[in-house]
């Protein structure tokens, strides 16, 4: 059982870093160029502080979910992970979100604000943006459910010996 | 000792429910209007849908924390605790750097999508946006601690009966 468990979250582990392994490179390629109206204008991710945000964020996410795959379980360290897992969920969600968010803007702008969308001038570079933010999104979902196995498992033993 | 740990809970729980009522009201009453060479420039919260969703997340989030105060503890509702904290936790992360996502924007604005920034034209409500994100700030770091502190309370006994 306790072997079943542990492949359940190296498993997990492994796709949470693969997928953010993926949104971090994609947002890091995303790039492009185009003039409009005889202007050049040049979207990429590090115009925007969110996205650099996002690379960091997923960056971290990758390294931290291969790390925790070394842990033993039992350990000192295994007992810290669990907190560390919901510190990582924290902070992809703001990624994830904040991301959104100006995605949003970008394609549909802000009548009110007077911001243009700029996603019909930069196809490509939108369409890498999004595809960055569900390689993330699949991400935050894979540390979700570690986070609510983590937390079933701990619960388990705790009700037959407490309750 | 029990009790002790009983009345820290049900302080943080109420800081959290003030704190997010605080942000909820603070950004559903943001709204200013004004004129901007000759043209009306009106701007409040429901015209950016991040803020919406800034407003109905810290809102759940204050009935969820006043209702969860009325959870006895170890009954069966209270080993569900946990999990639906680290949601609420997820949700107020995502709703605040969405927010802050955009209110950077709007202080900033982004010259490469040829954003302006407009918290020039409508100081007082870029203020108010401002506040209800230093008090959804402040309901994500109580949330924080409380989910950090029931971690450390659930890993306790733990590993006095199991290591």
Redesign the interface.
């Known amino acids: 059982m306790a072997k079943v468990q542990r492949l359940i979250s190296i498993v997990l582990r492994l796709a949470a870093a693969a997928a953010a392994a993926a949104a971090a490179i994609i947002m890091v390629t995303s790039h492009e160029t185009t003039s409009f109206f005889g202007l050049e204008?040049?979207?990429k991710y590090s115009?925007?502080?969110?996205f650099i945000f996002f690379v960091v964020a997923f960056a971290v996410a990758c390294v931290y979910s291969l790390l925790v795959v070394l842990v033993r379980p039992?350990s000192t360290a295994s007992?810290l992970v669990?907190?560390s897992d919901?510190i990582i969920?924290?902070?992809l969600?703001?990624?994830?979100?904040?991301?959104?968010?100006?995605s949003?803007?970008?394609k549909n702008g802000?009548t009110?604000?007077?911001?243009?969308p700029?996603c019909v001038q930069v196809h490509e570079y939108c369409n890498r943006v999004m595809g960055a933010l569900i390689a993330g999104f699949v991400a935050l979902v894979v540390y979700?459910l570690i986070?609510?196995y983590s937390?079933?498992e701990?619960?388990e033993?705790?009700?037959s010996?407490?309750?």
């Open positions: 204008m040049e979207a115009y925007t502080p969110s039992g007992r669990l907190m919901v969920g924290m902070v969600t703001g990624a994830v979100a904040a991301t959104g968010a100006l949003e803007v970008g802000n009110h604000a007077g911001w243009l700029i979700f986070i609510m937390l079933h701990l619960a033993p705790l009700c010996c407490h309750y």
